[in-house]
């Protein structure tokens, strides 16, 4: 079975772009995370998607949004980037979500340069 | 909020030699996962071991193994006969049992000598 897969693997950007990331979940797998990475550091957590309902969010700018589709696949948004977005982008996805634990399986990351 | 702590930014060891990578954490949580993942340069995140806070025994997975000490909230791992593929970025995290979000430590990279 096919992994976590993101879309593009690497992107450059120049300041106050926007971008969208893509993902797609294992299927079968019904949640979405996002993390950003910023290089040297642990990743932070972004957003939680649950049957295309934002179940959580985490301490960044509304600069940031994401959506998840009727097939569980999900896109991050980033408007008017600074240089301080540089960073990877995680996505995780996991069977289920808020009822106990599910593992969360991490994609490759997408790796976003802002110039 | 939970905070995860590595004080070890990078350690080394000798192939075939054990090493110990320290973790600790904050929570008011009773019910909590505690997780090592394992970055290597490819970048993609691996579970390596999951404890479950209400398990007084250690988890162990083959030369991977956990001491999850909770009243000390500490949580560290322990590679046995390492390997050079061991060599990578190691982080500990925190899940709450809810199933929300992880958070993770800063990493600790781990070089391993032949």
């Known amino acids: 079975d096919a992994g976590v897969t993101q879309s593009p693997t690497h992107l450059i950007k120049t300041r106050g772009q926007h971008v969208t990331l893509r993902c797609s979940p294992i299927?079968?797998?019904?949640?979405v995370s996002w993390y950003q990475q910023v290089l040297g550091q642990g990743p932070q957590f972004i957003f939680q998607?649950?049957?295309?309902?934002?179940?959580g969010r985490g301490n960044f700018p509304d600069r940031f949004s994401a959506r998840q589709f009727p097939n569980y696949s999900s896109e991050l948004n980033v408007n008017a980037l600074l240089l301080g977005d540089s960073a990877l982008y995680l996505c995780?996805?996991?069977?289920?979500?808020?009822?106990?634990?599910?593992?969360?399986?991490f994609g490759p990351g997408t790796r976003l340069t802002v110039t | 909020a939970q905070t995860v702590t590595q004080s070890q930014p990078e350690m080394s060891v000798q192939e075939a030699e054990t090493v110990t990578l320290s973790c600790t954490y904050d929570t008011s949580e009773s019910d909590y996962y505690l997780f090592w993942y394992k970055q290597p340069p490819s970048r993609q995140m691996i579970l390596v071991i999951r404890?479950?806070?209400?398990?007084?025994q250690n988890a162990t997975e083959n030369r991977f193994s956990v001491n999850f000490q909770k009243a000390a909230k500490s949580f560290s791992l322990k590679i046995s006969d390492s390997q050079l593929g061991d060599a990578a970025m190691y982080f500990c995290a925190y899940e709450d049992g809810y199933g929300n979000k992880l958070v993770f430590g800063a990493g600790t990279i781990l070089r391993v000598k032949s």
């Open positions: 404890q479950e806070a209400y398990k007084q």
């Open positions: 995780a996805s996991s069977l289920l979500a808020g009822q106990g634990h599910y593992e969360q399986y």
């Open positions: 299927s079968g797998h019904k949640s």
């Open positions: 998607y649950y049957e295309k309902e934002e179940r």
